[in-house]
């Protein structure tokens, strides 16, 4: 993970935490990088993340653009899909067009992409992934 996606994880991660809205529907210190062993829902989870190089800023940006998609992913109790809904939403409005900073980097951009829910496997409990895309500049 070069300094762009690492800025943009932690950066997620900490606003993330902070959410007095997300805690409300998950818990405190329920929003995990690493999922511990044994740890029952409800949770927030970085998912997977992935970067590209973008186009160069040009002259009012200033420096390099790297385009990340990354998702969070969502789990809940109940096998409705209800409380994972509200989590992903949760997330969502904390996330999308928000502005936030980035430890040695400038955020352009913050954009929900897409939301999908499914079974969360054997367990009951539902599953949620919100797809996010940003743009860093730096």
């Known amino acids: 993970m070069s300094g762009a996606e690492a ?6 991660y900490e606003r993330l935490a902070a959410d007095s809205g997300l805690a409300a529907l998950i818990g405190p210190g329920r929003v995990f990088d690493y999922v511990p062993r044994g740890a029952e829902a409800p ?3 970085l998912g997977e993340m992935a970067a ?6 040009g002259p009012d940006v200033g420096g390099a653009l790297t385009e990340i998609a990354f998702a969070l992913v969502a789990f809940s109790r109940g096998r409705g899909r209800k409380e994972a809904l509200a989590i992903a939403a949760a997330a969502r409005a904390s996330l999308h067009d928000a502005d936030f900073a980035l430890d040695g980097f400038s955020l352009v951009n913050c954009r929900f992409v897409s939301l999908t829910t499914t079974g969360a496997g054997e ?4 599953r949620a992934v919100v797809r996010f895309r940003a743009v860093v500049e730096g």
């Not at 800025?7 to 997620?12: D, Y």
């Open 7 to 12: 800025a943009l994880q932690k950066a997620v």
């Open 43 to 45: 949770y927030l989870h």
């Open 52 to 57: 590209k190089a973008g186009e160069d800023g």
């Open 123 to 126: 367990a009951s409990g539902r």
